[in-house]
Antibody
Framework: EVQLVESGGGLVNPGGSLRLSCAAS????????MNWVRQAPGKGLEWLGR??????????DYAAPVKGRFTISRDDSKNTLYLQMNSLRSEDTALYYC??????????WGQGTMVTVSS | DIQMTQSPSSLSASVGDRVIITCRAS??????LGWYQQKPGKAPKRLIY???TLESGVPSRFSGSGSGTEFTLTISSLQPEDFATYYC????????FGPGTRVDIK
C-alpha cells in the first residue's frame, strides 16, 4: 500500500525544538522529491519546503517563514523524511503533512501530525 | 516572488449547480498548477495536475483549464460529496498554494 505516515508532533514551549518524521512505503522513496506542508487551525495550506532526490543533489528549498529555523532531511535507507523545527513560535502551531512533489507524479499525502507551540 | 489569488473565497451552491473557481498567478507559470480538494479532518486530495489532467479515479464532472496566469476549476454538476474547500497549487519555482475556496450548501 502506498502511504506516508507522519509522527513526532506534540506540545512544545515557544523557543523549543521538535523533529517530525515521515515514513514512506509502497513507492520508490529514493526517486521522490519530498515536501512538507502545514495547516494552521482553520487556515489554508502552506508549503514549507522540499528536498530533492539524491540524484538531483538532494538539495533543499524553504519558504520564507521557516527558512533558517526548519531543516528538511531524508534517510533513503530508512525510507524516511524528517523536519527539524527549531526556535518554534506560536504561529508554527499547525497540522504538518508530508507529501510527494506536486509535479506530474503520484500525489501522496500523509494524515498529518499536530504541533502545538504553547507555554 | 509569485503570488497566487483565488476567487471566490467562498460560495454557496446547490446540488446540480455548475461551479467555477478561478486561480490567478502574478506571473506566468505555464501549466504548472494543480487543484486539490480538502474535506474537514482529511488530508488534501489532488484532483487535477498540469492544469487540465484529471487524476485517475476523479469523476469527470471535474475539469481544469488555463495556462500562463489564469486557471479555472469547473465542477459541471455539483454533488453532495463535493462540498469541501478547494486549493490551487502552483509549482513553477517554489510551490505556493492559493488561499482556498470554500464550497458549501446553499
Amino acid at each position: 500500500e502506498v502511504q506516508l505516515v507522519e509522527s513526532g508532533g506534540g506540545l512544545v514551549n515557544p523557543g523549543g525544538s521538535l523533529r517530525l518524521s515521515c515514513a514512506a512505503s509502497g513507492f520508490t522513496f529514493t526517486n521522490a522529491w519530498m515536501n512538507w506542508v502545514r495547516q494552521a487551525p482553520g487556515k489554508g495550506l502552506e508549503w514549507l519546503g522540499r528536498i530533492k532526490r539524491k540524484t538531483d543533489r538532494g538539495t533543499t528549498d524553504y519558504a520564507a517563514p521557516v527558512k533558517g529555523r526548519f531543516t528538511i532531511s531524508r534517510d533513503d535507507s530508512k525510507n524516511t523524511l524528517y523536519l527539524q523545527m527549531n526556535s518554534l513560535r506560536s504561529e508554527d502551531t499547525a497540522l504538518y503533512y508530508c507529501t510527494t512533489d506536486p509535479g506530474p507524479i503520484e500525489s501522496i499525502w500523509g494524515q498529518g501530525t499536530m504541533v502545538t507551540v504553547s507555554s | 516572488d509569485i503570488q497566487m489569488t483565488q476567487s471566490p473565497s467562498s460560495l454557496s451552491a446547490s446540488v446540480g449547480d455548475r461551479v467555477i473557481i478561478t486561480c490567478r498567478a502574478s506571473q506566468g507559470i505555464r501549466n504548472d498548477l494543480g487543484w486539490y480538494q480538502q474535506k474537514p479532518g482529511k488530508a488534501p486530495k489532488r484532483l487535477i495536475y498540469l492544469a487540465s489532467t484529471l487524476e485517475s479515479g476523479v469523476p469527470s464532472r471535474f475539469s481544469g483549464s488555463g495556462s500562463g496566469t489564469e486557471f479555472t476549476l469547473t465542477i459541471s454538476s455539483l454533488q453532495p460529496e463535493d462540498f469541501a474547500t478547494y486549493y490551487c497549487l502552483q509549482h513553477n519555482g517554489y510551490p505556493l498554494f492559493g488561499p482556498g475556496t470554500r464550497v458549501d450548501i446553499k
